[in-house]
């Protein structure tokens, strides 16, 4: 039994090349992260010394940008390997059958989560750009068109990029997750390989 059982699995391969993808993204975000808050902190140490070295300009948002998106490109992998957390001291002592419909449940959950999380980005990203006139704005679900475009305050960096880039992680975290739902009912239902 199950819902296209044989599909599942391989759509579950290109899921876990995706996230996996994602993930090494994500890990390079925060490693370069890493080196600049370094090179920024020993930077501030020769402040004083008018040797030309100093800390990196606008370090912090860059953090706080990268961070974000780094963020969304890891839940894809957490969730379709199940690495969110669980509470399992009752669970242990329940059926396989209550426990996979509880695993089902909680992914409906994620995945609805992951929905509101994506949608709420691609509006936030719609805000931020001046893009396209009001008709086309509609349709995409951007709202009004903003004055101007906003931007980080000591780099001039636009806004809309960490929008953009989370909600690239999200899209992909709202997909897998409906994955992950498909293959928690094909597991309650038995699936037959």
């Known amino acids: ?10 759509v579950g391969s290109l899921m ?19 080196l600049m808050t370094v090179v920024s902190t020993i930077g501030r140490a020769f402040v004083g010394l008018q040797i030309g070295l100093g800390p990196i300009p606008g370090d912090f948002e860059l953090v706080e940008a990268g961070t974000a998106i780094s963020v969304f490109c890891f ?17 242990d002592f329940f059926p396989k059958s209550i426990n996979l419909t509880l695993i089902l449940i909680g992914n409906i959950f994620v995945f609805l989560v992951a929905f509101v999380i994506a949608w709420r980005l691609w509006m936030g990203f719609g805000e931020q750009v001046t893009w396209f006139e009001q008709p086309v704005r509609d349709v995409l679900g951007f709202g009004y068109k903003p004055f101007t475009n906003n931007t980080t305050y000591i780099l001039g960096m636009p806004i809309w990029y960490s929008y953009f880039l989370s909600f690239v992680g999200a899209f992909f975290f709202t997909i897998i ?8 009912l094909n597991d309650l239902l038995g699936r037959v390989k």
């Open 75 to 91: 839940m894809s992998w957490c969730q379709l390997n199940q690495g969110h957390v669980t509470v399992d001291v009752l669970t």
């Open 16 to 34: 876990d090349r995706i996230a996996r993808w994602l993930a090494y993204a994500g890990g390079v975000f925060l490693v370069l992260l890493a």
């Open 1 to 10: 039994m199950g819902l296209a059982p044989s599909l599942e699995l391989k």
């Open 177 to 184: 997750s409906a994955y992950t739902v498909w293959r928690a």
